[in-house]
C-alpha cells in the first residue's frame, strides 16, 4: 500500500488515547473512531480495554456489531486489549447473559478470571514473535485465554509464579489479542506488530 494505513481505536467505551499514541509512535495514522462514517475510513481497528459488558451494550444500542462484524469477515485485522480481547472472543465464560461479541477469534476467555486477591498485577512476560527482550505486562481485571481453536497462534503466557502457562497473547489470522494493556507502557512492539500485520494485508 502507499501511505501509511489508517488504524482506528473503537471509542465506545474505555482507553482510547493511549492506544492512539502508540499507533502513532510506530507509524500508523490513527485516531478515534465514533461514528459509521469514521469507521469506514479505517484499515484496521483496535478494540481498547475498558467494561466489556459496557461496551457491549453501547456496541448494541448503536448498531455496532452488524458492520464490525462484516468488516472482520472481510480480513479487517482487529487487536484487542483485555475488554477489547473478551469483545473479540468467540465464546465468554463469567460474561453477563446478554453479553455479545464481535467474535471470530476462535478461544475460550475467562472474564476477570486473575480473581480478587490479583485483581490487578504487572509482571515481565516472554512474547518470542516481540523479540528477546521480556514485554512488561501491565493486567487490570484482567480476562485470560482458558482455551484455543486449532488455528490460533500462542503469543505468550505468564512466565512465572501461581498462574505460570496460563495463555495471555494470541494471535487467529488477522484478529491480535492480549490480556493485558501494552498502551500503558512506553513499550510499543505489540502496536508495531500490529501495524505490520495490517500492511499486510491492505
Ligand atoms: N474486567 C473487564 C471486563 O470484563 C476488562 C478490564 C479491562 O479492560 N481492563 O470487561
Known amino acids: 500500500m502507499s501511505g501509511a494505513p489508517f488504524v482506528g481505536v473503537l471509542a465506545l467505551q474505555g482507553d482510547v488515547r493511549e492506544h492512539v499514541e502508540a499507533l502513532e509512535t510506530v507509524g500508523a495514522r490513527s485516531g478515534a473512531v465514533r461514528t459509521l462514517e469514521e469507521f469506514r ?13 459496557t461496551m457491549s451494550r453501547l456496541a448494541l444500542i448503536d448498531g455496532w456489531f452488524e458492520p464490525l462484524r462484516e468488516a472482520r469477515s ?12 473478551i469483545m473479540l472472543a468467540d465464546q465468554v465464560l463469567d460474561a453477563r447473559p446478554d453479553q455479545e461479541t464481535i467474535g471470530g477469534l ?38 485470560w485465554v482458558e482455551s484455543v481453536g486449532s488455528g490460533v497462534e500462542v503469543l505468550a503466557e505468564i512466565s ?32 508495531r506488530y500490529f501495524v505490520d500485520m495490517v500492511r499486510e494485508t491492505v
Open 160 to 191: 512465572d509464579g501461581d498462574r505460570a502457562g496460563t495463555i495471555v497473547a494470541i494471535r487467529h489470522g488477522g484478529l491480535l489479542a492480549t490480556s493485558f494493556h501494552p498502551e500503558l507502557t512506553s513499550d510499543v512492539r505489540f502496536h
Open 41 to 53: 475510513g479505517c484499515d484496521a481497528v483496535v478494540v481498547p480495554g475498558g467494561e466489556s459488558t
Open 106 to 143: 476462535d478461544v475460550v476467555v475467562r472474564r476477570n478470571a486473575f480473581g480478587r486477591q490479583v485483581d490487578s498485577f504487572e509482571t515481565d512476560i516472554s512474547v518470542p514473535v516481540l523479540g528477546a527482550e521480556a514485554f512488561h505486562a501491565v493486567f487490570i481485571r484482567a480476562p
Open 74 to 85: 472481510a480480513g479487517m485485522p482487529m487487536f484487542g486489549t483485555c475488554a477489547g480481547m
